[in-house]
């Protein structure tokens, strides 16, 4: 199985949360990916806050980590995007990219922002801040 990780369970990845390390050792560090959009997120947020720390932290990430590109997704995305307007339920665009890639790669998205995803029909989620 592979597994998506979104941008809030990189931050305590970054943060040195060992339940994270731990679930990534136990599913093995191949079959875990981070998006492209993730990154950029990231980096916003190194950037804001001046810390060279974290961007060290993020450039690591960068290099250990497959990085998957969202122009596979984008029809995934526009689908998803369309069917939660319709109902009312619209989420942020960059939340929905993450998704889409983890839905056209046929991925596991981990999200500790499980209630967030959980709209999009399809969506295999697991919250790895949760102890087992």
Request: net charge negative; with cysteine.
């Amino acid at each position: 199985m592979m597994y998506l990780l979104d941008s809030d369970i990189l931050i305590y990845l970054g943060r040195g949360k060992t339940i994270v390390q731990d679930r990534i050792s136990q599913v093995g560090l191949t079959n875990c990916v981070i998006s492209e959009i993730s990154l950029a997120e990231l980096y916003v947020g190194a950037y804001k806050s001046k810390s060279g720390r974290m961007e060290s932290i993020l450039e690591y990430m960068e290099r250990t980590f497959s990085v998957a590109p969202v122009s596979p997704a984008l029809k995934e995305y526009a689908s998803i995007r369309a069917e939660l307007e319709s109902k009312g339920t619209r989420l942020e665009d960059l939340d929905l990219m993450i998704a889409a890639t983890a839905l056209e790669k046929g991925y596991t998205l981990v999200t500790h922002n499980i209630r967030h995803y959980a709209r999009i029909p399809g969506l295999k989620l697991e919250d790895w801040m949760q102890e087992a």
